[in-house]
Nanobody, 126 residues
Protein backbone atom coordinates (compact mmCIF):
# COMPACT_ATOMS: atom_id res chain seq x y z
CA UNK A 1 0.00 0.00 0.00
CA UNK A 2 1.04 3.55 -0.70
CA UNK A 3 -0.43 6.39 1.30
CA UNK A 4 -0.58 9.80 -0.35
CA UNK A 5 -1.30 13.04 1.46
CA UNK A 6 -1.73 16.29 -0.45
CA UNK A 7 -1.24 19.72 1.02
CA UNK A 8 -0.79 23.31 -0.08
CA UNK A 9 -4.21 24.07 -1.45
CA UNK A 10 -6.12 27.19 -0.57
CA UNK A 11 -7.68 30.41 -1.81
CA UNK A 12 -5.66 32.63 -4.14
CA UNK A 13 -6.41 35.53 -6.44
CA UNK A 14 -6.16 35.18 -10.18
CA UNK A 15 -2.58 35.60 -11.31
CA UNK A 16 -1.24 34.22 -8.05
CA UNK A 17 0.74 31.08 -7.31
CA UNK A 18 0.44 27.99 -5.15
CA UNK A 19 2.64 24.97 -4.64
CA UNK A 20 0.95 21.67 -3.93
CA UNK A 21 2.81 18.87 -2.21
CA UNK A 22 2.03 15.18 -2.09
CA UNK A 23 3.86 13.16 0.54
CA UNK A 24 4.05 9.42 -0.02
CA UNK A 25 4.64 6.64 2.47
CA UNK A 26 4.41 2.88 2.65
CA UNK A 27 6.52 1.78 -0.31
CA UNK A 28 9.64 2.83 -2.16
CA UNK A 29 8.66 6.15 -3.63
CA UNK A 30 11.22 6.00 -6.45
CA UNK A 31 9.41 2.96 -7.85
CA UNK A 32 6.31 4.99 -8.61
CA UNK A 33 5.42 7.28 -11.45
CA UNK A 34 3.32 10.13 -10.12
CA UNK A 35 0.55 12.29 -11.44
CA UNK A 36 -1.65 15.23 -10.56
CA UNK A 37 -5.31 15.34 -11.52
CA UNK A 38 -8.15 17.71 -10.74
CA UNK A 39 -11.90 17.51 -10.51
CA UNK A 40 -14.80 19.93 -10.25
CA UNK A 41 -18.36 18.98 -9.26
CA UNK A 42 -20.20 17.14 -12.00
CA UNK A 43 -17.13 16.69 -14.16
CA UNK A 44 -14.71 13.88 -14.82
CA UNK A 45 -11.37 13.87 -13.07
CA UNK A 46 -8.90 15.33 -15.55
CA UNK A 47 -5.20 15.01 -16.10
CA UNK A 48 -3.01 17.91 -15.03
CA UNK A 49 0.59 16.68 -15.03
CA UNK A 50 2.65 13.51 -14.71
CA UNK A 51 6.24 12.60 -13.96
CA UNK A 52 8.39 9.51 -14.35
CA UNK A 53 10.07 7.70 -11.46
CA UNK A 54 13.34 9.57 -11.84
CA UNK A 55 11.74 12.89 -12.65
CA UNK A 56 13.44 12.98 -16.03
CA UNK A 57 10.24 12.80 -18.06
CA UNK A 58 7.22 14.99 -17.49
CA UNK A 59 4.07 15.97 -19.30
CA UNK A 60 1.23 18.36 -18.62
CA UNK A 61 -2.17 19.16 -20.00
CA UNK A 62 -2.39 21.84 -22.67
CA UNK A 63 -4.55 23.94 -20.37
CA UNK A 64 -1.72 24.31 -17.84
CA UNK A 65 1.38 24.18 -20.04
CA UNK A 66 3.71 27.04 -19.32
CA UNK A 67 1.98 27.76 -16.00
CA UNK A 68 2.22 24.53 -13.96
CA UNK A 69 5.32 22.48 -13.29
CA UNK A 70 5.50 19.01 -11.79
CA UNK A 71 8.66 17.88 -10.04
CA UNK A 72 9.66 15.40 -7.38
CA UNK A 73 12.18 14.86 -4.65
CA UNK A 74 12.71 11.14 -4.18
CA UNK A 75 14.82 11.70 -1.06
CA UNK A 76 11.80 13.37 0.55
CA UNK A 77 9.20 10.99 -0.92
CA UNK A 78 7.32 13.99 -2.25
CA UNK A 79 5.95 15.17 -5.57
CA UNK A 80 5.07 18.81 -6.14
CA UNK A 81 2.91 20.86 -8.45
CA UNK A 82 4.03 24.45 -8.82
CA UNK A 83 1.10 26.49 -10.12
CA UNK A 84 1.71 29.99 -11.44
CA UNK A 85 -0.51 32.51 -13.20
CA UNK A 86 -3.57 30.84 -11.74
CA UNK A 87 -6.93 31.37 -13.37
CA UNK A 88 -10.46 30.99 -11.97
CA UNK A 89 -10.91 27.94 -14.22
CA UNK A 90 -8.11 26.21 -12.30
CA UNK A 91 -10.45 26.00 -9.31
CA UNK A 92 -10.85 22.32 -8.44
CA UNK A 93 -9.95 19.60 -5.99
CA UNK A 94 -6.45 18.46 -6.87
CA UNK A 95 -5.42 14.84 -6.39
CA UNK A 96 -2.07 13.16 -6.60
CA UNK A 97 -1.76 9.57 -7.73
CA UNK A 98 0.92 6.88 -7.84
CA UNK A 99 1.53 4.05 -10.28
CA UNK A 100 4.12 1.33 -9.77
CA UNK A 101 6.65 1.66 -12.58
CA UNK A 102 10.16 0.56 -13.37
CA UNK A 103 10.26 2.49 -16.62
CA UNK A 104 11.20 6.04 -17.51
CA UNK A 105 7.81 7.14 -18.74
CA UNK A 106 5.10 9.36 -17.36
CA UNK A 107 1.49 8.19 -17.10
CA UNK A 108 -1.24 10.58 -18.25
CA UNK A 109 -4.20 8.21 -17.89
CA UNK A 110 -6.09 8.24 -14.61
CA UNK A 111 -7.16 4.65 -15.19
CA UNK A 112 -3.60 3.38 -14.82
CA UNK A 113 -2.92 4.69 -11.34
CA UNK A 114 -2.86 2.39 -8.35
CA UNK A 115 -3.16 4.80 -5.43
CA UNK A 116 -4.82 8.17 -4.85
CA UNK A 117 -4.65 10.86 -2.22
CA UNK A 118 -7.68 12.45 -0.59
CA UNK A 119 -7.37 15.70 -2.52
CA UNK A 120 -6.76 19.34 -1.69
CA UNK A 121 -9.02 22.22 -2.67
CA UNK A 122 -7.67 25.02 -4.82
CA UNK A 123 -9.89 28.06 -5.29
CA UNK A 124 -8.89 30.92 -7.58
CA UNK A 125 -10.90 34.10 -7.24
CA UNK A 126 -11.32 36.58 -10.08
Amino acid sequence: QVQLVESGGGLVQAGGSLRLSCAASGRTFSNYAMGWFRQTPGKEREFVAAISVSGGNTNSADSVKGRFTIFRNNAKNTVYLQMNSLKPEDTAVYYCAAKYSRGSYYVPSKYEYDYWGQGTQVTVSS
